[in-house]
C-alpha cells in the first residue's frame, strides 16, 4: 500500500506562482513513475507532468516552460513549481503513483483568478 498526500494547492492571480507537493508513504517500490494530473470542471482529468526512479521527466505541452517537476527521493516527495499560471491552469491538481498497481492522492484545489 501506497498513501499519497498533496499540499500547496489554493487561490492566485493570473501570472502567479503555487508550488504542489505530493508525499508519498508506505511501500514505496524501486522502480516507479509519480505523476501530477488535473481535472477541471466537466471535463476528463489530464496528465501534466511525470517523473520516474531515475529522474527522468516528461511535461504536457499545455504547459511545457511554465511547469517544472521535480523529486526528492530522500523524503520521497514530488513537486510541482507552476509559474506563469492562468486562469485555464484551475483545476484539481492530483498525485498518481505507479507501480505495478496504481494510488491517487485526494487532490489539491488550484484556482487562478483575479
Known amino acids: 500500500q501506497v498513501q499519497l498526500v498533496e499540499s500547496g494547492g489554493g487561490l492566485v492571480q493570473p501570472g502567479g506562482s503555487l508550488r504542489l507537493s505530493c508525499a508519498a508513504s508506505?511501500?514505496?517500490?524501486?522502480?516507479?513513475?509519480m505523476g501530477w494530473y488535473r481535472q477541471a470542471p466537466g471535463k476528463q482529468r489530464d496528465m501534466v507532468a511525470f517523473i520516474n526512479n531515475y529522474g527522468s521527466t516528461n511535461v504536457a505541452d499545455s504547459v511545457k516552460g511554465r511547469f517544472t517537476i521535480s523529486r526528492d527521493s530522500r523524503r520521497n516527495t514530488m513537486y510541482l513549481q507552476m509559474n506563469s499560471l492562468k486562469p485555464e491552469d484551475t483545476a484539481v491538481y492530483y498525485c498518481?503513483?505507479?507501480?505495478?498497481?496504481?494510488?491517487w492522492g485526494q487532490g489539491t484545489q488550484v484556482t487562478v483568478s483575479s
Open positions: 498518481k503513483y505507479s507501480a505495478g498497481d496504481v494510488y
Open positions: 508506505g511501500s514505496i517500490a524501486r522502480l516507479y513513475v
